[in-house]
């Protein structure tokens, strides 16, 4: 017993803010095995997730596009609480206004959907890189 607590402690935990069923799908394919997800289909969600794991939470995947509270201001909040945590902003409009914008509002990084597996674990692997694939 003690020793599946452990594995389970290793795992990193990331936050993923994603209103697209099919696009969150994607990202557990790809990141599922290796981290622990919680997922929030709008940006109040993911400042309510960031509130309730804030002590655990080790990086986050954040969509700038979303209904209720978009990416940018949901990343403007968690960055007034905890300004270090990696924050990987997900956008599918390539403009350099864009990005711009999410690093503005505390972006780490900002990638661009569609999110592929070598783009998200290369991202990732920069913050994780104990976590082998």
Same mark, same amino acid.
């Given at each position: %017993?003690? *020793?599946? /607590? %452990?594995?389970? =402690?290793?795992?990193? @935990? &990331? #936050? ?9 799908? @994607? ?9 622990? &997800? ?5 940006? /109040? ?6 509130? =309730? ?7 986050? @995947? ?9 990416? #940018?201001?949901? $990343? ?13 902003? /997900? ?9 711009? *914008? ?14 592929? #597996?070598?783009? #998200? ?10 976590? $082998?694939?």
């Amino acid at each position: %017993m003690e *020793n599946g /607590q %452990m594995n389970l =402690e290793e795992r990193p @935990l &990331i #936050l993923v803010a994603e209103d697209d069923d099919s696009n969150f799908k @994607l990202i557990k394919a790809i990141i599922g095995k290796k981290y622990d &997800i919680v997922w929030a289909k709008n940006g /109040q969600e993911m400042v309510d997730n960031f509130n =309730e794991y804030r002590g655990k939470t080790k990086a986050m @995947l954040m969509d700038i596009k979303m209904p209720i509270m978009n990416g #940018l201001e949901a $990343t403007k909040i968690i960055r007034e609480m905890e300004p270090d945590i990696p924050i990987i902003m /997900q956008t599918a409009y390539a403009f350099n206004t864009d990005k711009e *914008n999410a690093m503005k509002a505390g972006a780490t990084e900002v990638l661009v959907k569609p999110i592929t #597996l070598a783009a #998200l674990r290369g991202c990732l692997s920069k913050y994780f890189p104990e976590v $082998t694939w």
